[in-house]
């Protein structure tokens, strides 16, 4: 019953390097997110998915990039990471019906220096 | 733009009294509302949600949360708080269309005291 996985679950970065977070749903849902938690701000996003190989920007897009080239995943890609960037990032899905409960992954805490 | 606004940051309640913590939230239709619940160092786990019907929706481990469209309010109620409880709560509203996105409010830390 694995849900919603992020991998990896901390990471320490320098400014101007690349990563990619990882996401990954088992329950064949059709829409995913990513949204970024920043200490009293509540959750912004970032991309979202409606489906495989589709992606539109969110809230706040700039300095990531997003692609859905199968249901189950859904990888955010920091390029340049920047220490505005140091965040907590969840990953979300939830299936089909505009009603559906949203599940969240467990979150990635990455800190750029 | 829809928007949720949740005015108190911080809360404190002694073990055994009653919980509110208040919601107003903005957008144009019948919103989706939900109340979320972060542990430390966790993600964030549905608690209720309301989509139409009962104004007063009741959720897991004893919350509850009442739609008052004339307020454009969702206020999560509690009767009696246990200490387990202490967490940071989110109220968010989501929009039907649009890849039915989720906007959030700034969240409301919980402490109880024993």
């Known amino acids: 019953n694995a849900g919603v996985t992020q991998t990896p679950k901390f990471r320490i970065l320098k400014i101007g390097q690349s990563m990619t977070l990882q996401c990954a749903q088992d329950?064949?849902?059709?829409?995913m997110y990513w949204y970024r938690q920043d200490p009293g701000m509540g959750l912004k996003l970032i991309y979202y998915?409606?489906?495989?190989?589709?992606?539109d920007k969110g809230e706040v897009p700039n300095g990531y990039n997003v692609s859905r080239s199968t249901t189950e995943d859904f990888p955010l890609r920091l390029e340049l990471a920047a220490p505005s960037q140091t965040s907590v990032y969840f990953c979300?899905?939830?299936?089909?019906?505009?009603?559906?409960?949203?599940?969240f992954g467990e979150g990635s805490w990455l800190t750029v220096v | 733009a829809q928007s949720v606004t949740q005015p108190d940051i911080h809360i404190t309640v002694s073990e055994g009294a009653s919980l509110e913590l208040r919601c107003n939230y903005s957008?144009?239709?019948?919103?989706?509302l939900f109340w979320y619940v972060q542990s430390p160092g966790q993600g964030l786990q549905l608690l209720l949600k309301?989509?139409?019907?009962?104004?007063l929706v009741q959720g897991i481990k004893g919350f509850e949360a009442e739609f008052k469209r004339s307020q454009s309010s969702f206020n999560l109620r509690k009767p009696s708080v246990h200490w387990s409880d202490a967490a940071e709560y989110f109220c968010?509203?989501?929009?039907?269309?649009?890849?039915?996105?989720?906007?959030f409010g700034t969240g409301t830390q919980l402490k109880v005291e024993l």
């Open positions: 979300a899905s939830r299936a089909g019906d505009s009603g559906n409960t949203i599940y």
């Open positions: 329950m064949n849902h059709n829409y």
């Open positions: 998915s409606v489906g495989a190989g589709i992606t």
């Open positions: 957008y144009g239709a019948t919103p989706y």
């Open positions: 309301y989509f139409s019907g009962d104004t």
């Open positions: 968010a509203v989501g929009d039907a269309g649009g890849g039915n996105k989720l906007t």
